[in-house]
């Protein structure tokens, strides 16, 4: 086991059980039980002060009183996977882009492949918006919690499937 992984606690949402993981400092990790490419770590962790907050913070985006959030961020990757997951911070509330204009804001326009790799991978899920990022054609694609809570975390946020906002 990582031994990052050192504190945790489950939210109980409409779309399933959230597990944070928090290192001690900063949440590393946001999965749902079926996630994809969620790390292997025991589920008998206690909790910390982060993931308290963090649990806080996400029951209020479900109950609807917060389009953002405010936690000490630490997600592992590679520098270019930290630049995708960075730029997916920018992307406001109820509003989509795409893997395109994802990749020509942080400077690399023929990198939507690459964009779309590391969405996939991004650790912290929900707080770090990979669900709001969709295909050219207005598509929900590819979602490590899988399309159904992706389209869900859309409706629920007021995105229209295939209503993107202009990045400039």
């Known amino acids: 086991m ?7 606690i489950d939210i ?31 589920s008998n962790l206690p909790a ?4 308290k907050q963090a649990a806080i913070q996400i029951e209020e985006y479900f109950a609807g009183d917060r389009d953002q959030f405010d936690l000490p961020l630490a997600p592992m990757g590679t520098e270019f996977e930290k630049r995708v997951w960075n730029a997916l911070l920018e992307i406001p509330f109820g509003t989509t882009w795409s893997y395109g204009q994802l990749a020509r804001y942080i400077g690399s326009p023929k990198a939507a492949r690459a964009v779309g790799a590391a969405n996939g ?3 912290i899920s929900l707080v770090i918006p990979c669900h709001r ?36």
């Open 121 to 123: 991978r991004n650790p």
């Open 2 to 8: 990582d031994e990052r992984y050192r504190y945790s």
């Open 48 to 51: 910390d002060r982060i993931c």
């Open 12 to 42: 109980p949402c409409p779309v399933g059980v959230w597990t944070v993981v928090s290192a001690g400092a900063a949440v590393i990790g946001i999965y749902l039980a079926k996630h994809k490419n969620r790390p292997d770590f025991p």
């Open 133 to 168: 990022v969709i295909g050219s054609s207005g598509k929900h694609v590819g979602y490590g919690g899988g399309l159904p809570v992706k389209a869900w975390l859309l409706a629920h946020e007021g995105a229209e499937c295939g209503a993107t906002v202009a990045v400039s």
